[in-house]
């Protein structure tokens, strides 16, 4: 029996709960040559602001033990570009397209998904919560703020809104539940964690921010636990990412209640790992004789089984 990947998510079906995770695959369409896009459940973009953005200046990766840091610094093309020329080409690719958004104020972010919802080709909106606002403070930190921005994105949007949130808060599943109240459609769990490298030879940070955002394998642990918390307080589906590199890694964030993974720093590593990450969920289903993948979202979280 070949076990049925296939999934709706935020009223949208997917062939198999495995997305690429914003910033980690370009915009998308230019991996062709390394990878069959089509076998992907959904390419997420690089996060596409208002107007463009260099980043920040170099060095702006490290490795760490069984993980890495980086500060990119949203470098992207613009919303205007973005829907010239990558848009277009993501939808010729006819895989699934995520358009993650971000903005310093709750108008850049309206105006960004304005114009991408003047154009066909996004079948949602991920909104990347974790940048600064214009006070230099991450804007899902913010609940009122937080809130305002996806209410009104919720007023322009086309597709459905997902939230991307950051882990770095007391209580993950209040800020999921409030992305949900504010008429998010999913939440993404979670983001990177900040933290520092010093490199002891030259005495001074490795990065040139100084901070840097920790994804890789030494998060998953923490991002698994933001999605078991979440699932227990909110009706809306899961996105779970965070140090995901196999199949197994995928299953335990659906046991904890992701609906579907997205997977960042595996990709860089190999963007071939999406395909053995979506082989390996096959796999582990077919081993236990489970017939379709819906079957074990959320199975390892007794909480909310029992309400
Ligand atoms: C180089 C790099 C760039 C990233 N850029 C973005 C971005 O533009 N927008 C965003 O929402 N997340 C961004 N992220 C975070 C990833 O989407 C993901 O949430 C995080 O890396 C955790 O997943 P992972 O451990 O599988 O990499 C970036 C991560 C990396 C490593």
Known sequence: MTPDLGIEFAGIKFKNPVFTASGTFGYGYELADLISLEKLGAIVTKTITLEP????????????????????GLQNIGVKAFVEEPLDNL??????????????AVNEYVETVKTLSARSGASAIELNLSCPNLKKKIVCHDLPL????????????????IAK??????????????AQNAG??????????????IDVKTFKPKLSTVKGGMSGTCV????????????????????????????EDAVEFMLAGASVVSVGSASLLSPENLIKIIDGIEEILKEKNIKSVRDIIGVANAARKAC
Do not use: H, W
């Open 220 to 247: 998953k642990p923490m991002s698994v636990r933001c999605v078991y918390d979440a699932y227990q307080n909110i009706k809306i589906p899961i996105i779970g990412c965070g140090g995901i590199m196999t199949g």
């Open 91 to 104: 939808r010729k690719t006819g895989v699934p397209v995520i358009v993650s958004v971000a903005g310093a």
């Open 146 to 161: 937080m809130q305002d921005v996806v209410k009104s994105v919720k007023k322009v949007a086309k597709v459905p809104v």
């Open 184 to 197: 998010a459609d999913g939440v993404t769990l979670a983001n990177t964690y900040p933290a520092v490298a």
């Open 53 to 72: 953005r260099l980043g920040n200046v170099q060095p702006r990766i490290v490795e760490v033990a069984s993980g890495m840091l980086n500060t990119i």
């Open 165 to 178: 949130l950051s882990p770095l808060v007391a209580d993950i599943s209040e800020f999921a539940l409030a």
